[in-house]
Structure formats: structure tokens, C-alpha cells
């Protein structure tokens, strides 16, 4: 059965301290990993896609990577706006999303 | 350039009643999808389409239907609302093709008394 499992669930970082939120995965067939970052309140803001092992994506101090069976979101120097949950989903046979890890940078 | 709106914002219905949560989208995206968010079950599919007239089953669909009769619009309908349905609802849309991701409404918090 195809699985995902997010950690920590969540996260309280001091601005400028650097982390990594992961995402592990069992599908059947990846035909894509997804991070979308959530707001209290808002729907989900899609991130990335990444689609092979040994893929990374970047976009301002956040950069996706990804390997066979997990995907790193690593958080470069955070600041209190990167506050937010972020979540992975994988398509394999059908999508199914992480639960999130919500992530609190406090100044 | 609106993306996806969805309304009503809030809603709480009494147990039994009916009601139509509305999306529309302006990207001219094929595919649309309703999912529900529960603390703790993550983001689950309802029921999806793959063009104008056409929905599918989701991975929760029982008690919900929907509808599809414009290309920019998603209807989901609750015929007889129950606690259980007491939830946060969100429409997405996507482009057709792997590489792009959900662009997803603000969502619809409905409470089932």
C-alpha cells in the first residue's frame, strides 16, 4: 500500500537556524513528489515537483531533494515569514498527501 | 487573475440539511478536484474531474456529489448533512501533464450540528 509519512510533525526554529523537514514515501511506480506550503487558514501553495532520485529543486531558502525512498525540504537561514506547514505529496497510482510538519521560526 | 475561488467561506449546517459548496476556476484548467482536511487525516480526495461533464470517485466519496456542467466550475453537493461531514473543504485545479502542481482555493470550513 502506498505510504507517506512526514517528520517531525512539528518544528520550532530561531531565525537564521537552518533545519530539514522530511517526507518518506512507499509507492508503487513515483510518478512525482510534491511539496506545497499551507498558511493557517489558506489552501495549499505548491512548491515543487521532483520526479527522480538524485532531483533537487530550489527557490529562495527553501530546496527540495529527493532520493528512493525520502525527500528532504531543507530550510536555509529561516525567517518568521517561512512560518507555515508544509506538505509532501507523492503520485503513484492515485495522490496521497503527508500530514505536514508545521514549521514555527520565531524571531 | 482570480485563480480558484470557492464559496461560501463558512457555512454550519444542522444535521439533515442540504447544501452546494461552489468552485470556479480562470486558468482553463482540465482537471478539478474536491478534498477534505481533518486534523490529524491530511488532505483526502472526494470525488474529481477530468474535463467538463465528466467526475469521478474519489477515495471518500460516500454521502457527497458533484458536478461539472462548465469547464470553470466544480460543484459539490451535500444531500443530507452529518456530524461526520464537519470538516475544512478545498477545490484545486491542474493543467493536464505530471509536471504541474494543484493551485487550491481557500477552502470551506463547514460545521455539521
Known amino acids: 500500500e502506498d505510504q507517506v509519512t512526514q517528520s517531525p510533525e512539528a518544528l520550532r526554529l530561531q531565525e537564521g537556524e537552518s533545519s530539514s523537514l522530511n517526507c518518506s514515501y512507499t509507492?508503487?511506480?513515483?510518478?512525482?513528489l510534491f511539496w506545497y506550503r499551507q498558511d493557517p487558514g489558506k489552501g495549499p501553495e505548491f512548491l515543487f515537483t521532483l520526479y527522480s532520485a538524485g532531483e533537487e529543486k530550489e527557490k529562495e531558502r527553501l530546496k527540495a531533494t529527493l532520493t528512493k525512498k525520502e525527500s528532504f525540504l531543507h530550510i536555509t537561514a529561516p525567517k518568521p515569514e517561512d512560518s507555515a506547514t508544509y506538505l509532501c505529496a507523492v503520485q503513484g497510482g492515485k495522490l496521497i498527501f503527508g500530514q505536514g510538519t508545521e514549521l514555527s521560526v520565531k524571531p | 487573475n482570480a485563480g480558484v475561488t470557492q464559496t461560501p467561506k463558512f457555512r454550519v449546517l444542522k444535521t439533515g440539511q442540504s447544501m452546494t459548496l461552489l468552485c470556479a476556476q480562470d486558468?482553463?484548467?482540465?482537471?478539478m478536484y474536491w478534498y477534505r482536511q481533518d486534523p490529524g487525516m491530511g488532505l483526502r480526495l472526494i470525488h474529481y474531474?477530468?474535463?467538463?461533464?465528466?467526475?469521478a470517485k474519489g477515495e471518500v466519496p460516500d454521502g457527497y456529489n458533484v458536478s461539472r456542467l462548465k469547464k470553470q466550475n466544480f460543484l459539490l453537493g451535500l444531500e443530507s448533512a452529518a456530524p461526520s461531514q464537519t470538516s475544512v473543504y478545498f477545490c484545486?485545479?491542474?493543467?493536464?501533464?505530471?509536471?504541474?502542481?494543484?493551485?487550491f482555493g481557500s477552502g470551506t470550513r463547514l460545521t455539521v450540528v
Open positions: 484545486a485545479s491542474s493543467y493536464v501533464g505530471r509536471s504541474y502542481g494543484y493551485t
Open positions: 474531474s477530468v474535463g467538463e461533464g465528466t467526475t
Open positions: 509507492v508503487s511506480g513515483l510518478r512525482g
Open positions: 486558468m482553463n484548467h482540465e482537471y
